[in-house]
């Protein structure tokens, strides 16, 4: 474990994106290659508060209002997904341990995962189920001041180097939230590789066999972990993951601007050829749409409007068909050299597919949206 590094400042979306352009963006293609984000990166992003920023600063975080956590992701989603989405998981643990977790709990972890010391991992998604949280199969037992878990969760991002996993089961039919530390007894941690897109995910499998941990590991209360926890580490999640999209779109088509205006065809630059102008055009408009959508969604969640969840869903469901929307058009502006291993538009395309997956499909949102939508 790396010696643990406190923020040196409040991060704002410019800090964020010289740390991007110095940090980030310089190992990206080494990442996806090596499919796995550097513990020494968790650490420098500890020093520049990316790892705090859904803890309150009581407990050692740069808790930061929703339009500066937009604005960051989107810096890190321009930056590379995987690192994005890593920041993603961060905030799905520590917003609901902040919110749902003891005073004990807040105290011993939130100020260990801002400093980088720990890194967390959420566990939600099973092989049989997937993300629909009334059909998680892991099962808990209440015994002697005692959670017993057995079961298995899949497709864990960070799960392969994960210190603290916030775990959901169910007890007694009753959705719970559990806390288990790396190296408990019983936990066994598959690593999962070759994914088509966020391959630094450092995904795993977890197997559960008679893992136990004490009661007072659990997060709120016994019922409320599918209903509160779980619902609201995913609210949280779709929103930065949606402003990610935007900074991945919004990469696509600087790098397809770029191109189109060295690239010649027929005497004249990509860019002058019609054609290509309509792409860079749908590019430009829809990114535009999709980062007003994920400012609207900020704006209601920092004001605790209960409209704020359909908007989120909104946001994250506009906003992650933008990238893959402008992930094909840049690869379609590069042609054969865009689908090259080691040209950065591989990797967009790769990655952005998997936006409309995680924290919800497209279609799971598409039916959440219509059915929780109110004029």
């Keep these: 474990m790396t010696t643990p590094l406190k923020a040196t400042s409040i991060p704002t979306a410019l800090t964020i994106r ?20 550097p513990r020494s990166l968790f650490t420098e992003m ?9 803890i309150p600063e009581k407990y050692g975080g740069t808790a930061v209002d929703y339009a500066t956590l937009g604005a960051i992701h989107e810096e890190l989603g321009r930056g590379y997904a995987s690192v994005q989405n890593a920041c993603t998981v961060f905030g799905m643990v520590c917003k609901p341990l902040a919110r749902f977790g003891s005073e004990a709990q807040k105290q011993k972890w939130l100020p260990a995962i801002a400093a980088g010391g720990v890194i967390p991992a959420i566990a939600i998604t099973e092989p049989m189920v997937g993300s629909d949280i009334a059909k998680l199969e892991t099962e808990a037992v209440q015994e002697d001041g005692q959670i017993i878990l057995n079961g298995r969760k899949k497709y864990i991002t960070l799960g392969q180097i994960a210190d603290l996993f916030l775990v959901f089961a169910r007890l007694n039919g009753r959705g719970v939230a559990v806390l288990m530390e790396r190296g408990t007894p019983g936990l066994q941690i598959d690593p999962m590789r070759g994914l088509m897109g966020l391959r630094a995910n450092m995904v795993a499998e977890l197997t559960f066999e008679h893992c136990s941990v004490p009661v007072d590991n659990l997060v709120g209360k016994i019922g409320f972990g599918f209903t509160h926890v ?44 019609q054609l290509v102008q309509k792409m860079l055009s749908e590019m430009i408009t829809e990114s535009k749409a999709a980062r007003e959508l994920c400012a609207a969604a900020g704006r209601l969640r920092e004001q605790g409007d209960p409209a704020a969840i359909t908007e989120t869903l909104v946001a994250k469901y506009h906003a992650s068909k933008t990238a893959v929307h402008a992930a094909d058009h840049a690869l379609q502006i590069h042609g054969a050299s865009g689908c090259m291993s080691g040209n950065p538009v591989e990797r967009f395309y790769r990655d952005a597919k998997i936006m409309e997956i995680i924290e919800g499909t497209s279609q799971m949102h598409e039916l959440q949206i219509a059915r929780t939508f109110r004029l």
Excluded at 18 to 37: N, R, S, Y
Excluded at 46 to 54: P, Q, R, S, V, Y
Excluded at 251 to 263: D, N, T
Excluded at 265 to 271: A, D, K, S
């Design 18 to 37: 010289q740390f991007v352009d110095t940090h980030i963006l310089p190992q990206a293609a080494q990442m996806d290659q090596e499919q796995e984000i």
């Design 46 to 54: 500890a020093a520049e508060g990316l790892t705090g920023l859904a």
């Design 230 to 273: 779980a619902n609201y580490a995913l609210d949280e999640g779709r929103y930065t993951t949606a402003c990610g999209s935007v900074g991945l779109a919004q990469v696509c088509l600087e790098q397809s601007i770029q191109y189109a205006g060295e690239r010649f065809q027929f005497g004249e630059p990509l860019r002058k050829h």
